[in-house]
Structures are given as structure tokens and as C-alpha cells.
């Protein structure tokens, strides 16, 4: 089985990694570099990124205290940032190749250059949120947008990543949906503990 979508009767079958060694569906077999990512990497990062910032978003919504956009954003950004950052040094460590200490570092600032779009997906809520404190919308409103927002990207990751992979346009709107059933289970978690 190879890395590669495969054609099939109505176009291409997307082929995810199943049944290969460790790291090889992200591209580190045979020495290539983590750069080389595939749709379903995409995917990981932009949906996990926004899931993360609509779940931050959500948590930091505090009734009865003052709103802080601007501290909230930061947080937004900052703990993105962090999640990135732990992912591609797992990645990293669970993909290790021997070679040169040289050539392991470069491995893993490209494996942690990689992450980008989990703190690319997580921008338009921070940016939201420091929009917020320049035109002092308040906290409900900005937490609902936000979580709409963050659903409806979650629908487009989903769609695109999908179409990009070789799927037909129905099987592309049901992983999109799919995806955008996180965003709304994240709005419902919200209004029950809040």
C-alpha cells in the first residue's frame, strides 16, 4: 500500500497511512521531512486549533467578572502556541531517526514549523477577542459570535480537507458536518455548565 491516492472507478481513494510504519503517512519515511504534509496533517492542525480556541473561548467566559478580551487573546494565542509546539516535539520524538545531532534539530524545527495551522485556525478567535477590547463589544455577545464562527470554520476545514483528499461533494459536506457537530457540542457544553 502506498502513501499515494490510488484511482479509483470514480476518481481518486484517499489512502490514510493505514498499515504503514510510524510516521510514514506524515511523510518522515525514507527521510523525507516533516514539511511534506498531506491533507489529513491539514486537517489535524486546522481542526484541532479551533477546537481548541472555541474551547478556550468558552472557558474563560467568567459571569460576574470583568471582561478581558485582551488577556483572553493572549491566552488564546499563547496556549495554540504551546499545543503546537508539544505536538511537533512528540512527533518528533516518536518519529526519531538516527543520523547527526545537526541533522536531528533541523528534524525538529521543521516538525515544529509544521504546526502552524493549529496556530494559524486559532487566529480569528484571538483576533475576535482583541477586536472586542478596541470596540468594547461585551463578553456574551463575543462568545456566542465566536463559537459560531468557530463552528462554521470547523465546517470548512472539514469540506475543503475532504475535496482536497479525492472526495465527491456529498461525502465532503458529511465530513464537514461531521466536523462542525464538534463546534456545536462545544456550544452545548457551554450553555449547560454556564
Not at 15 to 36: I, L, T, W, Y
Not at 116 to 136: E, Q
Not at 164 to 191: E, M
Request: aromatic fraction near 10%; charge should be negative.
Amino acid at each position: 500500500m502506498t502513501e499515494h491516492a490510488e484511482p479509483g472507478p470514480s476518481g481518486p481513494v484517499p489512502d490514510h497511512g493505514h498499515g504503514q510504519p510510524p510516521g510514514h503517512a506524515h511523510g518522515h519515511a525514507h527521510g523525507h521531512p516533516p514539511g511534506e504534509r498531506r491533507g489529513a496533517d491539514w486537517m489535524f492542525g486546522g481542526v484541532y486549533g479551533t477546537v481548541l480556541a472555541g474551547a478556550l473561548l468558552a472557558a474563560l467566559q467568567r459571569k460576574g467578572e470583568e471582561f478581558a478580551p485582551y488577556y483572553d487573546g493572549t491566552w488564546v494565542l499563547v496556549t495554540a502556541a504551546a499545543a503546537g509546539l508539544a505536538h511537533g516535539y512528540a512527533h518528533h520524538m516518536a518519529t526519531h531517526q538516527r543520523g547527526s545531532a545537526g541533522h536531528r534539530w533541523r528534524l525538529l524545527w521543521l516538525a515544529l514549523v509544521d504546526e502552524w495551522p493549529l496556530v494559524a485556525a486559532a487566529l480569528p478567535t484571538a483576533l475576535l477577542l482583541f477586536a472586542a477590547g478596541v470596540w468594547g463589544w461585551d463578553q456574551e455577545s463575543v462568545t456566542s459570535l465566536g463559537l459560531g464562527l468557530n463552528t462554521a470554520l470547523l465546517f470548512a476545514w472539514g469540506c475543503f480537507v475532504a475535496a482536497r483528499l479525492g472526495y465527491g461533494l456529498a461525502s465532503a459536506l458529511l465530513i464537514g458536518v461531521a466536523d462542525a457537530a464538534i463546534g456545536i457540542a462545544i456550544v452545548a457544553a457551554n450553555a449547560f455548565i454556564k
